[in-house]
């Protein structure tokens, strides 16, 4: 089924091409925010690099918009796109470890349940994120927050390379040897330069963690969260925990009469020699009245798909985030005033820690900037009814207003949503300018812009032009034995439209 006018772009690749009308669209279509409710003309499932060759030529050929989907989890919902084309890469999902080499090489489907089941296989691992649905690719591009930050950095900290298709069609590897100021952006300046096909990361050894849960009455947010501060800050960087404020959930180790209500949580678990981990909590047992707790020592990977039973596809969506030099008492304050309004126990308002190893990277040494900030809040509302979609967004954008009198100007790139694009020079901070002049470098017609966009940089004002790259061999002699489509004018001058607020 489908039209002619994809007919082309079937010859030119493997993966499925699929279209309005086909048995699959309405699956293929559909993104982890259920709030988004795009119609692209055409998914395709992406069986190999050389796909994305084709598919991005045949885009610009064809002036219609690309959207690239990794994990699906893009609040916004830039995994999609109206009219255009959407490149699904969920069946690329593969992870091959180096045990003696410690790296990882990782296909741009996989999400951070797939990335730690392979390698915990060998004891090892690196900075992922807190729920394992999410992909590797656009975690990391955003810069990776997750439970190891404090102990070895951010995602994008140790990724080592990637594989990048161009704005051009052109097929690039970057890396500190080759194409080095795109590996510099690469790393937090999120989809705006290419397709990333391939990441690989180093790794370090982690194995079994000293998990810990503990449930206060929301009330009560203000001490809990100063103790927390206190202690996380003396914490040795083996710690990683966050702060939460939740509606608590169905778990048995919480009493049954405080699900549902508001509470304050602390997660996180203990990288070092597990039998010293209970040592270690037992400053924030001791921190006030616990509702409940969990401890219990546990593979790396069983923490990290720990709360994917919350955070279900197809719920509405709607997220605020920002960075903290401190965790104020103003804005804990501000947490206990806003926990009542939760929407739900999908709802997860944390405020994780991105100090120490974070801090050891210059702001300068990637495109992630906020190198001297303790905290990153995000205010991560989800629930089931679309109903009630205008009264959770205006609880969202009031709370995080609040919030904001405390914080710097910029938030966290990976928890903004769409209406966040005005704030993309503070989110980027010092390296915008930057960042704008390698985006006229590498897409100066503003090609790839379904994301937090960066607007090109005046091309007089940016880095002499790039040296045209050549396709590897095996990419090109798969590319010659089908029909080419011709380049066009790209059609992204436009950036991503607000989030809907009903």
């Not at 501000?334 to 820690?353: C, E, L, M, Q, R």
Request: with cysteine; aromatic share 10%.
């Amino acid at each position: 089924m489908g039209s002619d006018r994809f007919d082309v772009l079937r010859e030119q690749v493997r993966g499925q091409v699929i279209e309005e009308g086909d048995a699959d669209y309405e699956t293929a279509r559909q993104v982890y925010n259920g709030m988004i409710d795009r119609r692209p003309a055409a998914v395709l499932r992406v069986s190999q690099a050389a796909d994305v060759i084709a598919a991005v030529r045949f885009a610009r050929g064809l002036g219609i918009d690309v959207a690239v989907r990794g994990g699906g989890h893009s609040a916004p919902g830039f995994g999609t796109v109206d009219g255009g084309l959407v490149l699904d890469f969920s069946a690329r999902r593969g992870v091959r470890v180096d045990p003696a080499a410690r790296t990882a090489r990782v296909e741009a489907g996989a999400t951070w349940a797939d990335y730690n089941h392979a390698t915990h296989a060998f004891g090892l691992a690196s900075t992922g994120g807190i729920v394992g649905s999410t992909g590797v690719t656009g975690l990391t591009l955003g810069g990776g927050i997750g439970y190891l930050a404090r102990k070895y950095g951010l995602s994008c900290d140790n990724l080592i390379g990637a594989d990048v298709v161009l704005a051009d069609g052109s097929f690039v590897t970057a890396s500190d040897a080759e194409n080095v100021d795109l590996f510099w952006a690469l790393r937090g300046g999120s989809g705006n330069f290419g397709v990333v096909t391939s990441l690989e990361f180093r790794l370090h050894p982690v194995d079994m963690v000293h998990v810990g849960v503990i449930f206060f009455d929301a009330a009560t947010g203000a001490d809990v969260g100063a103790a927390y501060r206190e202690w996380i800050a003396t914490e040795p960087e083996e710690m990683g925990a966050f702060l939460g404020f939740h509606r608590g959930p169905p778990v048995p180790f919480l009493p049954e009469e405080w699900h549902g209500r508001p509470v304050t949580v602390i997660a996180g678990m203990w990288t070092g020699d597990p039998d010293a981990g209970p040592a270690h909590w037992q400053p924030m047992l001791d921190a006030g009245e616990p509702l409940g707790r969990f401890f219990a020592p546990m593979p790396y990977p069983a923490l990290n798909i720990m709360f994917d039973g919350l955070n279900v596809p197809g719920l509405q969506g709607y997220w605020k985030a920002d960075f903290l030099r401190t965790l104020s008492d103003e804005a804990l304050r501000v947490a206990v005033d806003k926990s009542p309004g939760i929407p739900s126990v999908h709802t997860a308002n944390h405020f994780y820690p991105i100090d120490r190893a974070v801090q050891r990277v210059a702001a300068d040494a990637t495109a992630f900037a906020y190198r001297n900030v303790d905290f990153s809040p995000v205010i991560a509302a989800q629930w089931p009814d679309p109903s009630e979609n205008e009264r959770n967004i205006a609880w969202v954008r009031d709370y995080w207003t609040a919030l904001h009198e405390y914080s710097e100007p910029g938030g966290y790139l990976n928890f903004q949503d769409a209406d966040d694009q005005v704030r993309i020079e503070d989110t980027l901070g010092s390296n915008y300018a930057r960042l704008a002049e390698l985006k006229a470098k590498y897409d100066p017609d503003n090609f790839f812009h379904i994301n937090q966009n960066i607007r090109p940089a005046p091309l007089a004002e940016a880095q002499e032009a790039r040296e045209p790259a050549k396709i590897p061999a095996e990419l090109q002699a798969q590319m010659d034995a089908a029909p080419q489509v011709q380049s066009g004018a790209g059609s992204g001058a436009t950036p991503p439209e607000a989030a809907p607020t009903s």
